[in-house]
T-cell receptor, first 114, second 110 residues
């Protein structure tokens, strides 16, 4: 069964450093998403991406964040100048779109900013 | 706002039926998801409702009333493995933005 994959599973970085979280969505899916979940809190929408551009973004997704689909398979989230409060689990998800609303989530990357 | 309200915790007995309610703001509403999330894992899809009424899928059913801004998830024949958080999530902006509630942590006891 196809699945969304994410690397790394755990990333530790120092405050102020840049990190890139990587995702490989399901191959025939057209819509891609990033969410984060701070420990013990709700899943929060960050951004959706379709046709090589951002479709929607939340107020959390400020200039510190950017997304990219550098090739036909990868979807990345870059966080510039990380802050302590960026420590969270980051989930990538993908969906077919018109024919399927279901979003398939990857296993997540746990980001720890020290 | 994007308020989604659901109980934070529920407890139910193995073999029983439990209903988890969710209310949400109706402005801009497109559809309603339910996801299951076990501790330390990613959410997994359970259901998506866009029309009023009940949709059944095995032991799980989901109901939607668009006019009332109300949904529920019904779990039948509860099993111990159903102990998890159940996330109500509201879709807006076509199918491009999903806002999650805090989730209802369900504990199934013997």
């Amino acid at each position: 069964e196809p699945e969304v994959t994410q690397t790394p599973s755990h990333q530790v970085t120092q405050m102020g450093q840049e990190v890139i979280l990587r995702c490989v969505p399901i191959s025939n899916h057209l819509y891609f998403y990033w969410y984060r979940q701070i420990l013990g809190q709700k899943v929060e929408f960050l951004v959706s991406f379709y046709n090589n551009e951002i479709s929607e973004k939340s107020e959390i997704f400020d200039d510190q964040f950017s997304v990219e689909r550098p090739d036909g398979s990868n979807f990345t989230l870059k966080i510039r100048s990380t802050k302590l409060e960026d420590s969270a689990m980051y989930f990538c998800a993908s969906s077919e779109g018109v024919t399927g609303r279901e979003q398939y989530f990857g296993p997540g990357t746990r980001l720890t900013v020290t | 706002g994007q308020n989604i309200d659901q109980p934070t915790e529920m407890t139910a007995t193995e073999g029983a039926i439990v209903q988890i309610n969710c209310t949400y703001q109706t402005s801009g509403f497109n559809g309603l998801f339910w996801y299951q999330q076990h501790a330390g894992e990613a959410p997994t899809f359970l259901s998506y409702n866009v029309l009023d009424g009940l949709e059944e899928k095995g032991r799980f059913s989901s109901f939607l009333s668009r006019s009332k801004g109300y949904s529920y998830l019904l779990l039948k024949e509860l099993q111990m493995k159903d102990s998890a958080s159940y996330l109500c999530a509201r879709e807006t902006g076509g199918y491009q933005k999903v806002t999650f509630g805090i989730g209802t942590k369900l504990q199934v006891i013997p």
